[in-house]
């Protein structure tokens, strides 16, 4: 009998993670993802988010579109957002935080310079852009940004 009870467990325990798996739960964060290297030799870009509101099931680097900073819907997707915003050549690294401020979301993005940057960066822009996926559709206005240099 003992060995049914653990077996009737087991498979509970199983389906219930293949139910979870297939459901659109968000994925534990933070997430990362690397922004390639502007030019050859220079290193690629860490960007991490991390979802504070466990909607988010993926950060992907996504293809150019226009400067500037904002949120598009990604074509093709009812559940993503394109995010793009300038940060500098020198950044070390990214960081993103997401949050529900109540009706809307929050995605403050925290750009890192190299440590001693600002004496040998170059007057440059870096734009850079990503696509979050939601595990529900979150409308581009309901998503606002907060560009940070720390």
């Known amino acids: 009998m003992p060995g049914r009870v653990a077996l009737a467990v087991a498979a509970l325990v199983a389906g219930l993670a293949l139910v979870a798996c297939g459901s659109g739960v968000a994925v534990p964060t933070p997430l990362a ?3 390639p290297a ?3 030799g220079e290193k690629a870009l860490p960007i991490s988010l991390i ?3 466990g909607l988010v099931t993926s950060l992907a680097v996504a293809p150019d579109a226009p400067a500037g ?4 819907a990604v074509p ?3 559940t993503a957002l ?3 915003w300038d940060g ?3 950044d070390d690294r990214v960081t993103m935080v997401l949050v529900d401020i109540g009706a809307t979301y929050q995605l403050t993005i925290h750009d890192h310079p190299q440590f001693a940057a600002g004496l040998t960066c170059p007057d ?7 696509d979050i996926a939601f595990t529900r559709h979150v409308d581009p206005t309901d998503l606002s940004l907060s560009i940070q240099f720390p």
């Open 69 to 72: 900073q904002g949120v598009e």
């Open 38 to 40: 502007a030019a050859s």
């Open 82 to 84: 394109r995010v793009h």
């Open 124 to 130: 440059a822009v870096a734009h850079r852009i990503v």
């Open 76 to 78: 093709g997707s009812e």
């Open 51 to 53: 979802d504070q509101t």
């Open 88 to 90: 500098v050549p020198c």
């Open 33 to 35: 993802a690397e922004y």
